[in-house]
């Protein structure tokens, strides 16, 4: 297997995180011939503690910096973060488990991605949520030029009741974001409108 056919968070995972000992593991060469090694669930299994030692040896410690110089630090959600692991667990909830301090800049529409509730979500790390990114998902076979990304209130995402269930967190930013928009300015000027409403 070609280190390119490994799954999306492995590579992310490796690409920002190896370099040196990571808790006990050899870097580099080392981690990714076990990984060629071992059986799909083996491989997945290799990580199922990293992303709570990862909260914990990268991002609480990080925390703790930036809290004595004034300010936040938190983590940023993908999809990845929502896919179950070998033993059940789910890698947001690792990462949170590590570093027990960190807040979170939650993605609405990555979260929905990942086959994960956002309300769920929500209401179980009310107190986490600084951030929100506002944005919206394209009905199926939509915006393929934008990569299934839609202006917010143009696509998929019930916003108005995000919004409702947001207003009982500790969040304190809204971020209207599209990832690849083709007119930017339509869709500032749409999620704007939209985000109004709510």
């Known amino acids: 297997m070609a280190p390119a056919s490994l799954p999306a968070p492995f590579l992310f995972a490796i690409s920002h995180s190896f370099s040196g000992d990571l808790w006990g593991l050899q870097a580099g060469q080392d981690l990714i011939g076990a990984l060629h090694d071992d059986g799909s669930q083996d491989r997945v299994?290799?990580?199922?503690?990293?992303?709570?030692?990862?909260?914990?040896?990268?991002?609480?410690?990080?925390?703790?910096?930036?809290?004595?110089?004034?300010?936040?630090?938190?983590?940023?959600?993908?999809?990845?973060?929502?896919h179950a692991l070998?033993?059940?667990?789910?890698?947001?909830?690792?990462?949170?488990?590590?570093?027990?301090?960190?807040?979170?800049?939650?993605?609405?529409?990555?979260?929905?991605?990942?086959?994960?509730?956002?309300?769920?979500?929500?209401?179980?790390?009310?107190t986490r949520i600084t951030a929100v990114h506002v944005k919206d998902i394209a009905p199926k076979g939509e915006k393929a030029d934008e990569d299934g990304w839609a202006d917010v209130g143009e696509g998929t995402l019930d916003w108005k009741a995000l919004i409702q269930a947001l207003s009982r967190t500790s969040v304190k930013y809204f971020v209207?974001?599209?990832?690849?928009?083709?007119?930017?300015r339509r869709f500032a000027k749409r999620s704007l409108a939209s985000i109004q409403s709510y």
Do not use: C, M
Not at 52 to 74: C, I, K, N, P
Not at 105 to 126: L, Q
Not at 176 to 184: G, L, Q, R
């Open 86 to 126: 070998a033993d059940g667990s789910v890698p947001l909830d690792q990462i949170f488990a590590g570093g027990p301090d960190l807040s979170w800049e939650a993605d609405i529409a990555w979260i929905v991605r990942g086959g994960a509730d956002p309300f769920g979500w929500i209401s179980k790390y009310p």
């Open 45 to 82: 299994g290799l990580f199922d503690g990293l992303y709570r030692h990862f909260g914990l040896e990268r991002r609480q410690y990080s925390r703790e910096t930036a809290v004595r110089g004034g300010l936040d630090f938190g983590w940023h959600n993908h999809d990845f973060e929502f």
């Open 176 to 184: 209207a974001e599209h990832d690849n928009p083709s007119d930017f």
